[in-house]
């Protein structure tokens, strides 16, 4: 779990634009985020396994 402060800090404006990243609202997880879906690639699994994301469907081949 991301420390509180960090999220704090990303939620921000940052003084210049290019520091600014993006962080999962849900858990804070900066790394692997979907920006489409606004969360990280975990929270994305755990919703669309649950069915609360429409349109996604877990694929096989």
């Known amino acids: 779990m991301a420390k509180l402060s960090k999220i704090a800090q990303a939620k921000r404006k940052p003084k ?3 520091r ?3 962080r ?3 858990c804070g997880r900066p790394r692997a985020f979907l920006r489409k879906f606004n969360m ?3 929270c994305f699994r755990h919703r669309a396994l ?4 429409t349109g996604v469907t877990k694929s096989s081949w």
């Open 16 to 18: 210049f634009s290019v």
């Open 20 to 22: 600014a990243y993006n």
């Open 24 to 26: 999962c609202p849900l």
């Open 40 to 42: 990280c690639r975990i």
């Open 50 to 53: 649950r069915g609360e994301i």
